[in-house]
Structures are given as structure tokens and as C-alpha cells.
């Protein structure tokens, strides 16, 4: 029982809140214009020059309430152009920052690659050397073969790193 109770009092609530009115700048309007017709009451005992007077003031007062939306719709524009060139901006200064990331990731990696390729070079010039005056085993010469080996590996997987940054970086380019 005491579940059917509260099951439906929070139907009740939710039903209240979805249909509850929201204020709108169309109530804001339509009560500003309301008030406009009920301060402009002719009275009957008034002349014509009255009535006149009280024509030409609804008419000013609509006017200006025509102005001040128009002002307010163009202040709204101006918020959203503002809004979209702000957005606009902060997009093009981040595409900025990942296109200056891709460049130092690539010339990282290509100074990477240009060291291990050094380091390649001067190991095997090592493993020539010892091997022309005999002084290495066969097992060593085994080892050096397998350290040149993971070295070119080292180089190869680099140079695929390469061409993915590559890759990432001419996508953020575009």
C-alpha cells in the first residue's frame, strides 16, 4: 500500500513538472502588449482630439515595442556570430597546436632513426674489424650478428612509426 502511495505521488510530481510553463520571451510580449491595450481605455466622455492623442500614443508605444524587439533580435544575432567565431577560433588554434605536434613527433622520430642508424653503422664496423684481425668465436660473432639484427629491427619499427606520424600529421593538415 504505502508503495502505490509513493509510486503515485511521484507520477503526480512528474506530471506536474513536465507540464509546467516555462517563461518565454512570447509570454514577456503578449503581457507587454496586454498592458499596452488596458492602459489606452477611451473614456466615454472624452473628445475627439483625446481619442486622437490616444491613437497616436498606441501607436508610439507599439512602435517602440516593435524597436526593442528588433534591437534585441539583432543583439541575439551579434551574440551568435560572436559565439560561432570564438568557436571557430578556438578549432583553428587547436588544429594549429596538433599540426605543430605532428611535426615535432616526425622530426623526433627522424632524428631517432638517423641516431640508430649511426649506432648501426659504428657496430658494424666494430664486428668487421674484429672479425678481419680473428679475434672473435663463433658464438660471438652469433651475438654480434643478433645485436646488428635487433638494431635493423629497432630501425624498421622506426621507420613505421615514421609513416604513421606522417600519416596523422597530413590528416591534421587537412
Known sequence: MKLKLIL?????AGIQFISAQATTTETINSTATDTIKNSVVPVAGTTVADKQALKEETKQLKA???EEKRAFKEA???EKEK????????AFTK???RILSGEKS???IKTKISREE???VKQKEKFEKKKSRGKLTSTEIE???IKISKQQIKINDLNDDLIKAEDKLSKARN
Open 106 to 108: 616526425v622530426n623526433k
Open 8 to 12: 503515485s505521488t511521484l507520477m503526480l
Open 64 to 66: 517602440k515595442m516593435r
Open 76 to 78: 541575439e544575432k551579434l
Open 143 to 145: 651475438k654480434e650478428n
Open 83 to 90: 559565439k560561432d567565431f570564438e568557436k571557430e577560433q578556438k
Open 118 to 120: 649511426k649506432n648501426l
Open 95 to 97: 588544429q594549429q597546436d
